[in-house]
């Protein structure tokens, strides 16, 4: 008897099968940093072991995912982090006009940052070219419930993430750093308008407006740096200049 052959629809309704779940499989490890046994994977992606270990084994020849060892367990791999990098580098390239047209037009220092954990990461900055002004590095991490950058972040949250983030006592640092009730409110007033804000609630002297940026390659937030000192003046217009950047980089690279 002849052996039989398989139709071209059934070999891509098998490969898509194996992509859908190669990515719950990433998904669940990505919930996982610390590494999953693969009868832990099997568990939670709801496949036979066998299953599991045939697509772990393809993902680690890619280096997509990586050996714990003598655990058997495995981990995302550095292949994913090179991934990373690139999406934040192709989000710096389509940002970067923005930015600069921000900074030349009220002087003052912008920035482009992400979250990580409870901490905000610049991954771009335009530093304003006056004599008073705020200078801050790349990868500077300031934490997300005081500053405009970290608002703007929480509020694309769900409110039980945020909540599950934010448990207990927040750490103060200036007599203007909100409690935790306080801060809820200001995020909620965030998502009402789009505009996050910081005055002197992480460093005294130096406030910020913010939005954040809904993109395909993530969610980041945008927003101005500054003596608080030349705020009241220009805090209006800032933050119409923010909205519509906003809007128009989200019209580029929506999510």
């Known amino acids: 008897m002849g052996q039989q052959v398989k139709s071209g629809s059934e ?23 610390q590494g999953l046994s693969l009868a832990e994977i099997a568990k939670g992606v709801g496949l036979p072991r066998s299953t599991v270990q045939r697509i772990v084994c393809a993902l680690q020849a890619e280096y997509i995912v990586e050996s714990l060892g003598g655990s058997g367990g495995v981990r995302l791999g550095s292949a994913i982090g090179k991934l990373f990098y690139k999406t934040q580098k192709d989000i710096v390239h389509i940002t970067k006009p923005y930015l600069e047209a921000l900074s030349e037009e009220f002087s003052e220092s912008v920035y482009l940052a992400t979250r990580v954990d409870m901490r905000t990461s610049v991954i771009d900055r335009v530093i304003a070219e006056r ?5 801050f590095p790349v ?5 997300v419930f005081n500053t405009a950058a970290g608002k703007s972040l929480l509020a694309e949250m769900t409110l039980q993430e945020r909540e599950a983030l934010l448990g207990g006592e927040l750490p103060v640092f200036t007599e203007r750093s909100p409690g935790r009730d306080e801060l809820l409110a200001q995020i909620e007033e965030v998502c009402r308008t789009g505009i996050a804000r910081d005055f002197d ?7 910020a407006v913010g939005v954040s940026l809904k993109t395909y390659f993530g969610v980041y937030s945008a927003g101005i740096v500054l003596p608080s000192a030349r705020l009241p003046a220009t805090l209006d217009a800032m933050e119409n200049a923010l909205l519509k950047l906003k809007y128009e980089i989200e019209a580029q690279v929506g999510s």
Not at 11 to 33: C, F, H, M, T, Y
Not at 131 to 135: G, I, K, N, T, Y
Not at 139 to 143: K, L, N, S, V
């Open 139 to 143: 990868g500077d991490g300031a934490p």
């Open 11 to 33: 070999d891509a309704k098998q490969g898509i099968q194996v992509i859908a779940r190669s990515a719950d499989i990433l998904r669940l490890l990505g919930e996982n940093p």
């Open 131 to 135: 004599p008073l002004r705020v200078v």
């Open 201 to 207: 609630e992480c460093e005294v002297g130096v406030s």
